[in-house]
Nanobody
Framework: QVQLVESGGGSVQAGGSLRLSCAAY????????MGWFRQAPGKEREGVAN????????YYADSVKGRFTISQDNAKNTLYLQMNSLKPEDTAMYYC?????????????????WGQGTQVTVSS
């Protein structure tokens, strides 16, 4: 059974940094997409960043480009999101997700497995 466990959330002041981690258990596919999503109260869930393991390639939402970096440690089956220059509008619950994929184009949606989320709060 696939299980995703996020950690690393917390409260920081604007301009600060956090690194989120997502440990994946039980996922056996060789090529897949892993992504970070967030949802703020009263707002729809949005994709923040994703990565395709089949040939690399990353995606970032315009709102986080240049500030967030997604990366993966295959040996540890862990996905990371380094968040720098945080803004109050980055405040949200952050989720990681994974889906089987044969190409990068599938990384935009259709994620199958989700973590429980980790809260990020940025104060001004």
């Amino acid at each position: 059974q696939v299980q995703l466990v996020e950690s690393g959330g917390g409260s920081v002041q604007a301009g600060g940094s956090l690194r989120l981690s997502c440990a994946a258990y039980g996922y056996t596919y060789n090529t897949y997409c892993m992504g970070w999503f967030r949802q703020a109260p009263g707002k729809e869930r949005e994709g923040v960043a994703n990565i395709y393991t089949g040939g690399g390639g990353t995606y970032y939402a315009d709102s986080v480009k240049g500030r967030f970096t997604i990366s993966q440690d295959n040996a540890k089956n862990t996905l990371y999101l380094q968040m720098n220059s945080l803004k109050p509008e980055d405040t949200a619950m952050y989720y990681c997700a994974v889906r089987y994929a044969l190409g990068r184009t599938y990384c935009s949606g259709g994620y199958t497995y989700w973590g429980q989320g980790t809260q990020v709060t940025v104060s001004s």
